[in-house]
Nanobody, 126 residues
Framework: QVHVVESGGGLVQPGGSLTLNCTVT????????IEWHRQTPGNMRELIGD????????????VEGRFTISRDTMSDGDTKNTVFLQMTRLKDEDTAVYYC???????????????WGQGTQVTVSS
């Protein structure tokens, strides 16, 4: 089992930068990929990017080139890993609650459900 906690949200001006942290603890080597999602009021959550165990990252088109996902390198025996979402050139429409999600390797069926953090609010406003 893993536990996921986001931090780093806050208020930032348009054009500014902010970095979110996602701390994953527990059986971190059972996690296949860490995803970042966001949700604005009245809308569904959307996947904006992810990073694999070997540090390969991919992004949704609206954030590509502005957001960067990275993670600490894991070593044998580690029970904690931190994933970062570096956000630059922020826009008003980036205002949302940002969630970090841990997807397990599937050893089933059934596959274990993903683990979501509680979310952190990012507000882009002048």
């Amino acid at each position: 089992q893993v536990h996921v906690v986001e931090s780093g949200g806050g208020l930032v001006q348009p054009g500014g930068s902010l970095t979110l942290n996602c701390t994953v603890t527990g059986s971190i080597f059972s996690v296949r990929v860490i995803e970042w999602h966001r949700q604005t009021p009245g809308n569904m959550r959307e996947l904006i990017g992810d990073i694999s165990e070997n540090h390969y990252a991919s992004y949704e088109s609206s954030v590509e080139g502005r957001f960067t996902i990275s993670r600490d390198t894991m070593s044998d025996g580690d029970t904690k890993n931190t994933v970062f979402l570096q956000m630059t050139r922020l826009k008003d429409e980036d205002t949302a609650v940002y969630y970090c999600v841990a997807e397990y390797y599937c050893t089933g069926p059934p596959c274990r459900p993903a683990v979501w953090g509680q979310g952190t609010q990012v507000t882009v406003s002048s």
